[in-house]
């Protein structure tokens, strides 16, 4: 495969002929002369792609990989394990390049494959309609809580302190440009405080977010919020790990009124932060307030299977006042990846997947309380994450842990002040018992 086509002198004077013009500074003469840069760019020289891929490859190794390096940093991005096959369909033509499916005549491949996606997260979160287009988790759990004050007709949201500090501060951002009030529950045990959420419900609050598992791995106990958040006719929003539902009841179970979360770990690669992929599933009540869009299967004119955008909501395809989202990237890419790593796990792969994080993770744990080097911070039940206490500072706990090719845990006293060397562990079925063993020998060195 070319990494690129070269263009010639001869193709360049080619085109340029051709549109009728001598040179290419004729194609920027609408440009006032005061703006145009008259040096060069301070770029170093050029390269032959020889000694370019070599210089790349060097600064490359620079970075710590999860192919080098044995990985137990999780926090909202996790090390799970990729088949081969994803890489080798995604990077057939006709997806790799395919855009937003504006023309479905001509676009149902790409708009079979988001049928299949939304179908998929329907069946995983128990919600009846899913959208394609969400960035990550946290532009859908900010959507969901935009959706939830345009159809409450109301302004505040309260949001669980046990959510992921980085997507409570992408839905602060987008609140403060939407009058919408941002109302932080506290936590106990690990788990959303219920004596504060009913402290702070009343008429003006549009919906509750709460994540399960939530940023210390903990299992919220969601049904025991639902009818309080009902009952002040405020809507209810899970986020939710997708592996974990798997093993766990659905937020539509849960009594969600809609379901959100990032969907990194289906099949997406870390990608040193992105691009990864958010999905977002409600019930049918609010199926016209989705942001995104929505495709839906039908029939032509000869009875033969078809797909089409049923619903377009964004400001792309309709008047800018009237979109529920201003979102624009299709996002197709990462929702192909997650619909073949379904495909290929299946309802029992995916819960052998859940249940191996399930008894790795605790065996993590318990042989980390067993060095006398940690303590325990909740004890609530968790998933594939745990807090423990350590007696040492994180940062020196890390710094040695990557001088033995290991990328330790989380800080959590970053965002969490009170929990003073708090150590936020991820581990993913990835992880093998002589993996978990070392780790557990050299934090004690």
Same mark, same amino acid.
């Given at each position: 495969?070319?990494?690129?086509?070269?263009?010639?002198?001869?193709?360049?004077?080619?085109?340029?002929?051709?549109?009728?013009?001598?040179?290419?500074?004729?194609?920027? #003469?609408?440009?006032?002369?005061?703006?145009?840069?008259?040096?060069?760019?301070?770029?170093?020289?050029?390269?032959?792609?020889?000694?370019?891929?070599?210089?790349?490859?060097?600064?490359?190794?620079?970075?710590?990989?999860?192919?080098?390096?044995?990985?137990?940093?999780?926090?909202?991005?996790?090390?799970?394990?990729?088949?081969?096959?994803?890489?080798?369909?995604?990077?057939?033509?006709?997806?790799?390049?395919?855009?937003?499916?504006?023309?479905?005549?001509?676009?149902?491949?790409?708009?079979?494959?988001?049928?299949?996606?939304?179908?998929?997260?329907?069946?995983?979160?128990?919600?009846?309609?899913?959208?394609?287009?969400?960035?990550?988790?946290?532009?859908?759990?900010?959507?969901?809580?935009?959706?939830?004050?345009?159809?409450?007709?109301?302004?505040?949201?309260?949001?669980?302190?046990?959510?992921?500090?980085?997507?409570?501060?992408?839905?602060?951002?987008?609140?403060?440009?939407?009058?919408?009030?941002?109302?932080?529950?506290?936590?106990?045990?690990?788990?959303?405080?219920?004596?504060?959420?009913?402290? %702070?419900?009343?008429?003006?609050?549009?919906?509750?977010?709460?994540? #399960?598992?939530?940023?210390?791995?903990?299992?919220?106990?969601?049904?025991?919020?639902?009818?309080?958040?009902?009952?002040?006719?405020?809507?209810?929003?899970?986020?939710?790990?997708?592996?974990?539902?798997?093993?766990?009841?659905?937020?539509?179970?849960?009594?969600?009124?809609?379901?959100?979360?990032?969907?990194? #770990?289906?099949?997406?690669?870390?990608?040193?932060?992105?691009?990864?992929?958010?999905?977002?599933?409600?019930?049918?009540?609010?199926?016209?307030?989705?942001?995104?869009?929505?495709?839906?299967?039908?029939?032509?004119?000869?009875?033969?299977?078809?797909?089409?955008?049923?619903?377009?909501?964004?400001?792309?395809?309709?008047?800018?006042?009237?979109?529920?989202?201003?979102?624009?990237?299709?996002?197709?890419?990462?929702?192909?990846?997650?619909?073949?790593?379904?495909?290929?796990?299946?309802?029992?792969?995916?819960?052998?997947?859940?249940?191996?994080?399930?008894?790795?993770?605790?065996?993590?744990?318990?042989?980390?309380?067993?060095?006398? %080097?940690?303590?325990?911070?909740?004890?609530?039940?968790?998933?594939?994450?745990?807090?423990?206490?350590? %007696?040492?500072?994180?940062?020196?706990?890390?710094?040695?842990?990557?001088?033995?090719?290991?990328?330790?845990?989380?800080?959590?006293?970053?965002?969490?002040?009170?929990?003073?060397?708090?150590?936020?562990?991820?581990?993913?079925?990835?992880?093998? %018992?002589?993996?978990?063993?070392?780790?557990?020998?050299?934090?004690?060195?």
């Amino acid at each position: 495969m070319h990494r690129y086509i070269g263009n010639t002198d001869q193709d360049k004077a080619a085109m340029l002929k051709e549109i009728g013009v001598d040179n290419i500074n004729s194609l920027f #003469s609408a440009v006032p002369d005061s703006v145009h840069l008259d040096r060069k760019l301070n770029l170093p020289d050029a390269l032959s792609e020889l000694e370019l891929v070599k210089s790349l490859k060097s600064l490359s190794k620079t970075n710590y990989s999860t192919d080098d390096y044995t990985c137990f940093l999780g926090a909202g991005a996790y090390d799970h394990y990729i088949p081969t096959v994803i890489g080798e369909l995604l990077a057939r033509q006709e997806f790799y390049t395919a855009y937003t499916p504006y023309q479905p005549e001509i676009s149902q491949g790409t708009l079979q494959v988001i049928f299949e996606y939304q179908s998929m997260i329907c069946e995983l979160t128990g919600m009846h309609v899913a959208n394609a287009s969400m960035y990550d988790g946290a532009t859908a759990m900010t959507e969901a809580a935009i959706m939830a004050a345009d159809s409450t007709k109301r302004n505040e949201i309260l949001v669980g302190k046990s959510v992921n500090p980085e997507d409570r501060k992408v839905l602060s951002t987008y609140a403060k440009f939407r009058n919408m009030t941002i109302t932080e529950v506290g936590y106990k045990n690990g788990q959303l405080d219920v004596e504060d959420l009913q402290s %702070k419900l009343n008429s003006n609050v549009a919906a509750l977010i709460v994540q #399960s598992p939530n940023f210390f791995g903990i299992i919220e106990d969601v049904e025991g919020v639902k009818d309080l958040v009902h009952n002040n006719k405020s809507l209810l929003i899970v986020s939710a790990d997708p592996i974990s539902l798997a093993v766990l009841k659905s937020p539509g179970e849960l009594g969600a009124d809609i379901a959100v979360g990032d969907g990194q #770990s289906l099949g997406n690669p870390l990608n040193y932060g992105g691009p990864y992929l958010g999905f977002m599933a409600v019930t049918e009540k609010l199926m016209r307030k989705m942001p995104g869009r929505i495709v839906g299967q039908t029939t032509d004119h000869d009875g033969n299977r078809g797909f089409v955008l049923t619903l377009q909501t964004r400001e792309q395809h309709i008047r800018r006042e009237k979109a529920t989202s201003n979102i624009c990237s299709n996002q197709a890419l990462n929702a192909l990846t997650a619909t073949i790593y379904l495909t290929l796990m299946g309802k029992e792969g995916l819960k052998e997947v859940a249940e191996q994080c399930i008894q790795k993770s605790h065996y993590a744990c318990n042989e980390l309380i067993k060095t006398g %080097k940690f303590s325990e911070v909740f004890s609530a039940p968790f998933f594939k994450e745990f807090v423990l206490q350590s %007696k040492q500072s994180v940062e020196e706990l890390n710094k040695k842990l990557l001088a033995d090719k290991i990328i330790g845990g989380y800080d959590v006293q970053k965002h969490y002040p009170e929990l003073e060397n708090g150590y936020l562990v991820a581990v993913t079925e990835k992880r093998t %018992k002589n993996e978990i063993e070392s780790f557990c020998e050299r934090v004690v060195k």
